[in-house]
Structures are given as structure tokens and as C-alpha cells.
């Protein structure tokens, strides 16, 4: 992975990768920009630059917590039991997942699947019971799965295909002054594109996520042969769309994210409409997916952060700009979405039906 080659400037080691062998696919690009940001720094937080839901409040923790333990009553508390997350941050969501689940008998094993060193060793002091992998393959072969993925979809490497007058074309990015552009490359790409989208008008981007599809594909695989429940949770749609959604934050305001790369973390909106087939390619269940604030309304969010207050009347103004902040249709509540994975002898969970 060039992403680790010293401190040389990753914009440096692309322009002589680029002069040497010729233009890179955007998912290159993205992929070894997000390896290199994600290696050298915790990201998140006030300090960092972005603050994703279980920073925002315990509330959202807590939730899922109850979540995965009433579909883990309801399957029949099954001992052996797995909590898996992936790309668990500075391991809030897990600590208050599993705070919540220790007070109805649910203590399950913590594995975290992490790559980022630097956010091991926060993760680390946070749960220090948990283990850790560097992707889906070493997890235990046996025993129920409860995974959860919160932000976690989002960074991994898009591909985008673009109609030109040739054809289908994957994108390329080259070095253009003090930034990197997009063109498109020299081979045709028509066989990657769904057949009833191929008659698009020229201009027309296509995007795809190979590592997104993978581990959907993976996680339901283990629920067919494990047994659990899965939830994941990212900004994205439910239906098919067109369009670049690559972006960049940095400081908590997006910047160009064909600038500086490896200092900004760089997303794309998560495409739920083709990863629940996937998953359910496999023969498990779907239980849905919903926009974020109906979820947690359904799970009692609004009782939640009253209740809180009434404890600590302080913090009463704080939990209810939380609380919008996870529920609001103009915030997170709309544009974030809760999909859900369940073995074929689990139950349906709370917040997906209707």
C-alpha cells in the first residue's frame, strides 16, 4: 500500500506513480487517501474533523443497545454470542450499546474490526476486553453475531463509471496544476454496467462500491451460518441514482476532495438500494431500510432524552439539540439510513415494520 510509504506527501507519490504508469482509477485514489488519513490520526471530535452519532449523545449507543438485545431475547438468548462492529471509533457506540445489554443478561464477546492504529490504541482504552481483526475473515466461525457498522460503509473506495460518446469508461484521476481532475479512461466498461442502465445520456455517472457489496455480502453469509442481526447505519439512499457523490471533510467543513489527499476523509453516500439484494442474495432476512429519525423514534429516542433530563435538568437543553440533531429531517434523521440484517430464524426488529 503506497499510503504508507514514509511521510512523503501522498499528493507526491501519486503525481510520480501517475508520470510513471499512466492515469489511476478514482477508486484508487480514494482508497489510498482514506488508508493514509485513517492511519495517521483519530479523526473524530471537536478536535478532529468530523463528529459522527455516538459522539453526539449516549442516547444513540444506548438505543441500538436495546436493539440487539430484544432481537437477541426474542431469537432465545442464545449463549456464545458475538458483538461485532466495524470501524467502532473511539468505541462509544459500543461502550454504550453494551452497558445497556449487560442489564437484560446479553454480555457478549466484543470483536472490533479496525485498521487505523491510531484509533486501536483510544478503542483499546475504551473496551479493553475487545478483540481485534483487520477485516471479516478471522472472526469466530461459531456462535450468533450481533454486528453493527455505523459509519463505517461511507469510506470505503467508490468506482465510477462515465457514458461518453466511446461507451462506458471507468473514471481516471491525473495531476491538473495543484489538484487532481477526473477524466475518463481508455477501456470499455460496458460489461460492468447493469444492462437496463447502459443507454444512458452521455455525461451519465455510475456508482458502484466493491468493498461496500463485499461486506454486506460477508456479514449476511455469517448470519446464515452463525444466526444474529446486523444493522447498518450511513449517510446514503434506498433508491437507485446517478451522479458523483464523492466529498471531503476536513475541520468539519467540506473541502475539494481532489486536494491534499490523505488529509481530508474522503466519502460517498452509501447505495442501500443495491446492497440489500445483495444480502438477501445470500438468503437472509431483510428487514428494511429506514431514514435514521423514524428508526430512533420508534425506538423511543424522545422518551429517552426526557427522561435524561428530568435526572439531570442541566443537561435538559443539551439532550434535546442531541436529539434533533439524530432526528431531524433537515440534520441527520432524513439523509442518514438504518438498514437491517436478521438469519432466517431470528425475529423482525423494532423500527422497521410499516
Given amino acids: 500500500m503506497i499510503a504508507e510509504e514514509g511521510g512523503e506527501p501522498l499528493a507526491a507519490i501519486f503525481r510520480r506513480l501517475i508520470a510513471n504508469t499512466g492515469p489511476i482509477s478514482l477508486m484508487h485514489y480514494m482508497g489510498e487517501s482514506n488508508a493514509r488519513y485513517y492511519t495517521s490520526r483519530d479523526p473524530l471530535g471537536g478536535a478532529g474533523d468530523f463528529i459522527t452519532a455516538p459522539e453526539i449523545s449516549q442516547m444513540f449507543g444506548e438505543l441500538i443497545g436495546l436493539w440487539l438485545t430484544d432481537m437477541w431475547i426474542q431469537a432465545g438468548r442464545e449463549q456464545g454470542v458475538h458483538y461485532v462492529e466495524l470501524g467502532p471509533g473511539r468505541g462509544t457506540l459500543a461502550k454504550d450499546a453494551l452497558r445497556v445489554a449487560k442489564r ?21 482504552e475504551t473496551m479493553p476486553g475487545a478483540q481485534w481483526h ?8 461459531y456462535g450468533p453475531m450481533l454486528v453493527v457498522a ?17 461507451g462506458w469508461r ?29 443507454q444512458a445520456a452521455d455525461g451519465t455517472i455510475i456508482e458502484t462500491c466493491p468493498g461496500a457489496a463485499a461486506t454486506v455480502y460477508e456479514v449476511a453469509g455469517r448470519l446464515i451460518e452463525q444466526g444474529g442481526a446486523a444493522l447498518f447505519i450511513d449517510y446514503g439512499h434506498d433508491s437507485l441514482r446517478d451522479g458523483s457523490t464523492l466529498q471531503a471533510v476536513r475541520q468539519h467543513l467540506k473541502v475539494d476532495p481532489f486536494v491534499g489527499p490523505g488529509e481530508a476523509d474522503l466519502t460517498a453516500h452509501v447505495d442501500f438500494a443495491t446492497l440489500a439484494p445483495i444480502a438477501q442474495s445470500r438468503g437472509v432476512r431483510w428487514l428494511g431500510t429506514v431514514p435514521q429519525g423514524r428508526w430512533l423514534r420508534e425506538l423511543g429516542i424522545e422518551a429517552r432524552a426526557q427522561a435524561l433530563g428530568e435526572v439531570a435538568p442541566e443537561h435538559k437543553a443539551a439532550l434535546e439539540s442531541a436529539r434533533d440533531r439524530l432526528i431531524g429531517e433537515g440534520q441527520m434523521g432524513l439523509l442518514f439510513k438504518v438498514m437491517g440484517l436478521a438469519a432466517p430464524n431470528w425475529p423482525g426488529g423494532v423500527g422497521f415494520h410499516g
Fill in 104 to 124: 437484560y443478561g446479553l454480555e457478549p464477546t466484543v470483536h472490533f474490526v479496525e485498521a487505523s492504529t491510531a484509533l486501536k490504541d483510544i478503542q483499546l
Fill in 134 to 141: 483487520h477485516d471479516l475473515s478471522s472472526l469466530p466461525p
Fill in 150 to 166: 455505523n459509519e463505517f460503509l461511507d469510506a470505503l473506495p467508490v468506482r465510477q463509471l462515465v457514458k461518453t460518446p466511446d
Fill in 170 to 198: 471507468e473514471r481516471m484521476v491525473v495531476p491538473e496544476g495543484d489538484r487532481f481532475v477526473c477524466i475518463a479512461g481508455s477501456q470499455p466498461m460496458d460489461a460492468a454496467v447493469p444492462e437496463a442502465r447502459r
